[in-house]
C-alpha cells in the first residue's frame, strides 16, 4: 500500500478517518458554557484554502458579525510548525499576537498532539483555542450569535427546517465534504473507488434534487447551501485533478454548475473565494500526492461570473432581509 498524507489518519485498509475536533466548547449567548459571545473578546482564525474553515467566513459574512469577531487569515502554506501568520506584518497576527497558530492550540492544551486546524476561534485575552469545532462553530454563529446580527440577516439555521438541514448535512458532509478527502488521501485502489463512487452518486443526487428548488432547504439560502458551495467552489480548481475527483467537472454538471454560480454571485459567497489560495495549499502542501508540488495554470474560472438562470426557479437569497453590504 502507499505512503499516507497522514498516517495516523488513515485505515489499515487505506481509508482517510479524520481526526475528532479536540477543543469543543461552545461559546454561549449567555455564557453559561463559560465562554459569552461578545464582541471583540474572539478572533477567528481561518486559511482562505480551507472549505472547512471557509463555512465560517461566509457565515459571518452574511450574518454581518464582521465588526464583532474579527477575523485572522494564515498563509495558504504551512511549514512543519503549521499553520503562520506571514500574510501579516512581521509575521504576527494583529489581534493575538501570535506568529503559529500551534501556539494557541498549545495554549489550550500542551499535550495536544493533534493537526492544528483551522478554523480555530482563539480567546484574544489568553491567546488559547476556544473551539476548532467547525460543524458547531457555524451554527452558533447564527443562534449563539443572534443579538449581534446585522438588520436583515438571513435565518441560516430556522428551528422549523432544522431537521432536514441536518439530515441533509449528514450525506453531504459523509459524501461530498469529507468524500473528496476520502478520494484524495485513500491509499488503496478499492477505498479510492469507494469514495469515488459515493462522491458522484451524491452529486447525481444532489443535481435532482436541485433541479426543481433553488435552494437545497426551504427557498432561502441556509447552512445546508453554505456547506455544499465550500466544496463545488474548489472542485474543479483543486479535487478534479489533485484529489482525482475526475468523473466530471463541476462545469459538466449543469445543474450543480448552474446552483453553483448563482451562489457564487451571491454577496458572502465569491467575495469570500481566494481560488489562488486555495489551489496554492492544496497543490504545494500535500507531498505524498503531488510531490513536485507544481501548482497547475488552469482551470479558466471567467465561468463563475456567467448568468446562472437559477431566479427563474423562485427562492430569494436572503429571504424577506437584505444582502450584506459589499
Ligand atoms: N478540524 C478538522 C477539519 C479542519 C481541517 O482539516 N482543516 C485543515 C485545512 S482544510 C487543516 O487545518 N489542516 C492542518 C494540517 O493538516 O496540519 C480536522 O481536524 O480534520
Redesign the pocket.
Known amino acids: 500500500m502507499t505512503k499516507a498524507q497522514?498516517g495516523a489518519?488513515t485505515s489499515n485498509s487505506g481509508e482517510w478517518v479524520?481526526?475528532?475536533?479536540r477543543f469543543t466548547d461552545r461559546i454561549t449567548a449567555d455564557g453559561s458554557s463559560g465562554w459569552k459571545a461578545e464582541p471583540g473578546r474572539y478572533h477567528l482564525v481561518v486559511?482562505l484554502?480551507?472549505?472547512?474553515?471557509h463555512r465560517s467566513v461566509i457565515a459571518r459574512r452574511l450574518l454581518g458579525l464582521e465588526d464583532v469577531l474579527s477575523l485572522g487569515i494564515v498563509d495558504p502554506l504551512?511549514d512543519e510548525r503549521?499553520?503562520r501568520f506571514t500574510l501579516d506584518p512581521d509575521g504576527r497576527d494583529p489581534v493575538t499576537g501570535l506568529s503559529f497558530l500551534a501556539d494557541a492550540y498549545l495554549a489550550g492544551d500542551q499535550n495536544y498532539s493533534?493537526?492544528?486546524?483551522?478554523?480555530a476561534v482563539v480567546d484574544v485575552a489568553s491567546g488559547r483555542v476556544v473551539t476548532?469545532?467547525?460543524p458547531q462553530l457555524t451554527l452558533d454563529l447564527s443562534t449563539e450569535w443572534a443579538r449581534f446580527h446585522r438588520p436583515g440577516a438571513p435565518s441560516l439555521y430556522p428551528p422549523e427546517l432544522r431537521e432536514e438541514i441536518d439530515e441533509i448535512n449528514a450525506v453531504v458532509y459523509s459524501d461530498v465534504n469529507n468524500g473528496v478527502y476520502k478520494c484524495g488521501f485513500a491509499t488503496s485502489q478499492e477505498a479510492y473507488e469507494r469514495a469515488f463512487d459515493a462522491l458522484f452518486a451524491r452529486l447525481d443526487w444532489l443535481s435532482e434534487r436541485l433541479e426543481s428548488r433553488r435552494y437545497l432547504v426551504g427557498d432561502t439560502i441556509t447552512e445546508a447551501d453554505i456547506r455544499l458551495f465550500t466544496t463545488l467552489v474548489r472542485f474543479d480548481a483543486a479535487y478534479h485533478g489533485h484529489f482525482k475527483c475526475n468523473r466530471h467537472k463541476l462545469t459538466e454538471l449543469p445543474v450543480l454548475w448552474a446552483y453553483a454560480r448563482d451562489l457564487f454571485q451571491t454577496p458572502g459567497f465569491g467575495d469570500t473565494v481566494d481560488f489562488d489560495h486555495i489551489k496554492r495549499?492544496y497543490y504545494s502542501t500535500h507531498a505524498q500526492i503531488n510531490p513536485t508540488g507544481i501548482v497547475p495554470a488552469g482551470p479558466n474560472l471567467s465561468g463563475w461570473h456567467t448568468p446562472h438562470g437559477r431566479a427563474a426557479l423562485g427562492g430569494r437569497p436572503f429571504g424577506d432581509g437584505t444582502p450584506p453590504s459589499m
Do not use: I, K, L
Open positions: 497522514f489518519e479524520r481526526q475528532s475536533n486559511s484554502a480551507c472549505p472547512w474553515a504551512r503549521g499553520w493533534g493537526r492544528y486546524t483551522v478554523p476548532n469545532d467547525y495549499h
